[in-house]
């Protein structure tokens, strides 16, 4: 009774606005749309986005801004779910704005290393960054080198991880991202215990720890796949934390000779007996595919729960990727079916 009290106000909002994402066949309507100027006209007309679109004067309306105007819905969005939040439920978003945090130092990384010359854009991040996070975006643009960036981070949490490999010798991007990611999770994973409690940790440590093992096995499969790494190299890349899948079947998965013989001791792991792992999808949708299904089946099993949030967001999130992709596929002239692929089908 105590969580159905807690959380009825959030899930009746949540289910509001899931009313309101994208449909499977909306998406084909898209893919069917021949200019990202119509893509934009179709979203004003049919979906949620018409007011942060409105907000787009006409000679903006290029694929960049539409991404930040996109990306500015799902911030909307979480203010609304963290209105209707209790402390609880606050402390849980707060520990899922890290995600948030990281892709933003991930993004301010590449600037400063890459040496763009338009090096930042961030004020359309700026006013959702000030309510909710540690990090400064004021300080973020006035960085123009990584020792200067990291400096800038130094009242956060992520200074101490990036100064850290700053003082490693041949640092290269890939670097700090993969020192990030991995703070990331592993930080996700001590404090979960600090922040929810009872049904609330049980099923976020089963999503938080299903997430982890997939991303483990989509590094190693990239690794063989595209990069042809050496066991020893794909060890340091790994997520320090072990679920379902255990240490002795990690070892077995990095140590395989091909990729045939990764996916023959794929299909010998948890995950197997619930995901077809052998369907013609590239790991990526696999990835999201069976976080999909996790997330769906969790929020069906105990709707009232922190998994109302956790599966919305997802889902929010998710749509967002399928659209950015979709927008590209258009601009590239792509056909409605190659467009469908690469985007992805399903909403929710």
């Known amino acids: 009774m105590g969580n159905i009290l807690a959380y009825s106000g959030i899930v009746t909002k949540i ?27 179709y979203l004003k007309e049919n979906s ?15 694929r960049g801004n539409i991404e930040k105007v996109l990306i500015q819905s799902l911030y909307h969005d979480y203010t609304k779910i963290y209105r209707f939040c209790g402390q609880q439920q606050r402390r849980f978003l707060k ?39 540690q990090i400064s975006i004021e300080k973020l643009i006035g960085s123009h080198t990584t020792g200067e960036l990291i400096e800038n981070l130094k009242d956060t949490e992520y200074y101490e991880p990036l100064k850290k490999i700053q003082e490693s010798q041949h640092v290269s991007l890939f670097d700090y991202e993969l020192t990030l990611d991995l703070y990331y999770f592993s930080s996700l994973w001590k404090e979960r215990k600090k922040v929810l409690k009872k049904t609330d940790l049980d099923l976020f440590t089963q999503d938080c720890g299903s997430k982890i093992d997939l991303l483990n096995l989509q590094y190693i499969y990239r690794a063989k796949k595209y990069y042809n790494m050496q066991p020893a190299d794909i060890y340091l890349m790994l997520i320090p934390i072990h679920y379902k899948i255990h240490v002795d079947q990690i070892k077995e998965l990095v140590e395989t000779a091909s990729l045939e013989e990764f996916m023959n001791v794929l299909e ?49 999130e998710e749509e967002l990727k399928k659209l950015t ?19 992805g089908g399903r909403t929710q």
């Open 268 to 316: 010998k792991t948890s995950y197997a007996r619930h995901y077809n792992f052998r369907q013609n999808l590239t790991i990526e949708q696999m990835y999201a595919d069976c976080l999909h299904h996790l997330y769906i089946i969790d929020r069906r099993r105990n709707p009232y729960s922190i998994a109302a949030i956790n599966t919305y967001l997802f889902l929010k």
């Open 15 to 41: 289910r509001a606005m899931e009313a309101k994402l994208l449909k499977p066949e909306q998406f084909e309507e898209i893919a069917n749309l021949s200019s990202v100027l119509e893509v934009v006209s």
């Open 325 to 343: 992709t979709a927008m590209e596929c258009i601009r590239y002239s792509l056909s409605p079916g190659e467009t469908l692929a690469y985007a």
């Open 95 to 133: 520990l899922y704005l890290k995600r948030y945090e990281i892709d933003l130092i991930n993004y301010c990384l590449r600037i400063v290393i890459n040496h763009y010359r338009q090096p930042f854009d961030l004020h359309y991040k700026k006013a959702f960054f000030d309510r909710y996070s």
């Open 48 to 62: 949620s986005y018409a007011d942060v679109l409105e907000t787009l004067e006409d000679d903006k309306l290029h």
